[in-house]
Every structure is written in C-alpha cells, then in structure tokens.
C-alpha cells in the first residue's frame, strides 16, 4: 500500500484491490442476500465480535458471528491475523458519518474498502483542530489508516446528496449508493498511549481517574478535618 502523501500522514491506499466484476459480484450479494435494518440513513451489519455502539468497544452480549465466504476473500492480506471485527455499511445517497476517531482502546489499526460511488472522507486536526482535508475514496480502493491519521484527526463522510468534483474545477458529482467494509482488530490490553486527551478514550479515562482520585483526596482529607475537630 501507498502513504498518501498529504497531512494527515498515515493515509495508505491501495486502489483496484478487486476487480470491477468482483465489486459487481459483491454489490449482488449485499443488494439481493443480506437482510438489513429496515431504517433509512447509513445502516451497518457486524461480523466477527459486534461492535457496541454502548461502550464503543464489542459487544460482549453478541456471539461471535463467523465470516461469510464473500468477506473472507476481502481480508486484508498484509495482516499476519485476521480482524476480530467487520462492519459492512451501506449508504444510500444523502448518508454520511459524523466526525469521529474509531475508538483507540478497543481497536488498533483499521482498514476501510469502498465499493460502489466514490466519495470524499473529511479528515480534520492538525493546528487548532480547523485543518480540514478532504480524500477522495475510489470504489474498490482499500485504505489503512495509521498514526496521525487514525489517532489525532477525525474522519466523516458529510451527509448530503452532492459532492464537488475532486480537483476543485468546480461542478458538483451526485452522491451513489456507497457500501463499505471496515475492519478492525482489537488492541492488545484495550489501552491506548498516544495520551490525547482530546480524542483517546484511555487518555480520558485515565484523566477522569486522576480527576476523582484527586476530588476523593481533597474529601478525605476534609473527613479527617472534621473528625479531627469533633474528636478535639
Ligand atoms: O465508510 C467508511 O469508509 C468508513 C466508516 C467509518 O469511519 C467507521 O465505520 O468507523
Ligand atoms: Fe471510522
């Protein structure tokens, strides 16, 4: 796979990782053979281990749901194991995904494969947070994000019916009908020691830790005050 060489680094892509007649083959299979949320917007279905959309980590109350055979042949083939967790989006035009870092406790690196219409993911960070850049994400390119990428800037999908065509020419593209696979791997001891606080669930958990172990200090020691005035 490729950096791409732009900010947020960590970007790898690798296009064309299958051919047009498997992404047809596998756009038959997701449209005629896999039952779906019957709900409009984005809708996802879980292999391997279920993500909790409670805690943001698995969902430790769902079996474990084997892979089917269409997704075992779309592993990442770089990776000495397979994932622990894959979603399958699809996203009818006008859907998108808000800002977001995947979780960096429960999960260490993450793959995406687009299949379908193309679309551009906005990824923010960078000086004050304001940097925005968006990547154009071609059908059947798979993509790694790592370091900056999937630790420090965010990464959405706007939810709306147009794009503008990348290269900034102006004119605008209408949105597809999008499927995605997201692949993830669960990180060894669910901790994360990037420490930003901003976007790491470890970095804050540890902080609020810190936060009431400071807060049960300062009341234990009134505690103690005021037994010790008591007993005077
Ligand atoms: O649709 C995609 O390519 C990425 C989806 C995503 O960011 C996620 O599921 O966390
Ligand atoms: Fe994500």
Request: hydrophobic content about 30%.
């Amino acid at each position: 796979m490729e950096e791409l060489p732009i900010r947020p680094a960590g970007i790898l892509m690798q296009e064309e990782f299958i051919t047009p007649e498997h992404e047809a083959e596998l756009i038959r299979i997701f449209q005629n053979e896999l039952e779906w949320p019957a709900r409009s917007g984005r809708l996802s279905l879980h292999y391997g281990y279920t993500f909790s959309y409670k805690t943001f980590g698995v969902d430790t109350e769902t079996p474990y749901k084997p892979f089917p055979d269409w997704l075992r042949a779309l592993l990442p083939p770089a990776e000495p194991a397979p994932p622990d967790q894959v979603c399958l989006q699809h996203y009818p035009p006008g859907a998108g995904i808000p800002p977001h870092v995947d979780t960096h406790g429960a999960y260490d690196q993450l793959y995406a494969l687009s299949l379908g219409a193309p679309v551009p993911m906005q990824f923010r960070g960078g000086e004050g947070h304001a940097e925005t850049v968006d990547v154009e994400l071609p059908p059947r390119s798979m993509v790694r994000l790592s370091g900056d990428a999937r630790l420090h800037w965010t990464h959405s999908i706007r939810a709306r019916k147009t794009d503008p065509l990348p290269g900034g020419g102006g004119g605008v593209r209408p949105r597809g009908h999008r499927w995605s696979i997201t692949y993830r791997w669960i990180r060894e001891g669910g901790e994360c020691e990037c420490g930003n606080e901003r976007l790491c669930d470890t970095a804050q958990k540890r902080k609020g830790i810190e936060k009431e172990y400071r807060w049960k200090a300062a009341t234990d020691a009134a505690t103690t005050d005021t037994q010790g005035a008591v007993s005077t």
